[in-house]
């Protein structure tokens, strides 16, 4: 399989780097065989190339079977022109590549129980949560957008346009993956006052109707984001727009005590899809062999699950990665004091699941 790399910044290049050692023991035990390339992306690119998400980068992810991203972004590039922020080569390549559906699991770790933000009654009803995000549309993509000089003062604006073909597509995304599951989706949306939410509501709806085994309910986003800390086991997929996935996945993810934890598939119509972790590109702990590679490693094991339809391996990964913590091994960003814990550095994590992998 030919993997393109976009490593990007920060703790980009680290946790993907231990990702594809992984990857790389997993395709010895598993007999098949990896072949990466790396291309440039977020400032890394506007620091050789001038701009965020060159051409030859879309292309090189284009002609992959599947792509593995680090981070973009940080301090260094906050005081460049906005339409050349790292973060615009993140929105460019899910564009040029199609990719309108984001997966974001949010589970606890057993071995992590711990970390979890939640009060022990609360987590003891169990955390395992999907938000399906629709991620090539809505307020992040809507025109008209911009920002010009009204009766002598400064306006600026944005559109949440949703076409009834958009909500239709990840709305099946939902139902497909909620299948799969426990068979839930709630859709989230503000259609108590946005029209983009009641036409978004009415398609769900619709939709649902091929998918009369999967039990559907709908909440504001308001209260979904206070359901999500109050009770989380009452959610099994949560189905959202751009923005409002956006906000919820960073919620549920933080809830799990770990966001160094969670993976994350961005996926089109067919392959390459794109994998990365949900946290960002952690400037102020990059380059030291600190960060946490298991988010990276598991978005690899999503990766093999989604774009090659390789469960075993996918599961390997994922059972490698909890018997590295029920080692007692963790990064700084999971160790909270207790005792029995050994802290380890980035490549030692990736040691200790490319060994847990190997012995599997
Ligand atoms: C995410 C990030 C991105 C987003 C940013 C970096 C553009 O927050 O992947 O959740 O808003 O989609
Ligand atoms: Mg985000």
Redesign the pocket.
């Known amino acids: 399989m030919k993997i393109c790399l976009l490593p990007g910044d920060g703790i980009g290049p680290e946790v993907v780097r231990q990702a594809v050692r992984v990857l790389e023991a997993t395709a010895a035990k598993h007999a098949f065989s990896v072949e990466t390339s790396e291309a440039l992306i977020g400032g890394a690119a506007i620091d050789a190339k001038g701009e965020p998400l060159p051409q030859e980068t879309i292309d090189a992810c284009q002609a992959s079977d599947s792509v593995l991203l680090g981070a973009?972004?940080g301090p260094k590039w906050d005081n460049v022109d906005r339409s050349i922020r790292p973060?615009v080569g993140?929105?460019g390549i899910r564009k040029a590549m199609g990719l309108f559906a984001n997966l974001r699991p949010a589970s606890l770790f057993p071995e992590l129980a711990a970390d979890c933000l939640l009060r022990e009654d609360i987590r003891s009803k169990g955390l395992d949560v999907l938000v399906v995000r629709e991620l090539t549309g809505g307020i992040y993509f809507g025109e008209p957008k911009g920002r010009e000089v009204r009766d002598g003062e400064r306006v600026a604006y944005n559109t949440m346009v949703y076409s009834e073909s958009e909500i239709r597509r990840i709305a099946k995304v939902a139902f497909e993956a909620a299948r799969k599951r426990r068979g839930r989706v709630c859709s989230v949306d503000k259609a108590n006052v946005l029209d983009v939410s009641m036409l978004w509501r009415e398609v769900v709806t619709e939709t649902h109707k091929d998918y009369a085994d999967v039990e559907l309910s709908y909440l504001y986003v308001d209260n979904a984001s206070m359901q999500l800390v109050r009770d989380p086991s009452q959610f099994d997929v949560l189905l959202t727009g751009n923005l409002f996935g956006?906000i919820l996945?960073?919620e549920a993810a933080v809830i799990t005590g770990s966001i160094g934890m969670l993976p994350s598939a961005s996926l089109g119509a067919g392959r390459p899809g794109l994998y990365e972790p949900?946290h960002?590109s952690a400037p102020d702990i990059a380059g030291q062999n600190k960060a946490n590679p298991l988010a990276t490693i598991l978005s690899a094991a999503m990766m093999l699950r989604h774009d090659f339809d390789m469960q075993d391996a996918a599961q390997n990964i994922e059972r490698a990665v909890g018997e590295t913590l029920a080692q007692g091994l963790r990064t700084g960003d999971l160790m909270r004091g207790q005792t029995g814990l050994k802290l380890a550095s980035c490549s030692e994590m990736g040691d200790a699941v490319v060994a847990n992998i190997a012995k599997n």
């Open positions: 973009v972004g973060e993140l929105l956006d996945s960073d949900v960002g």
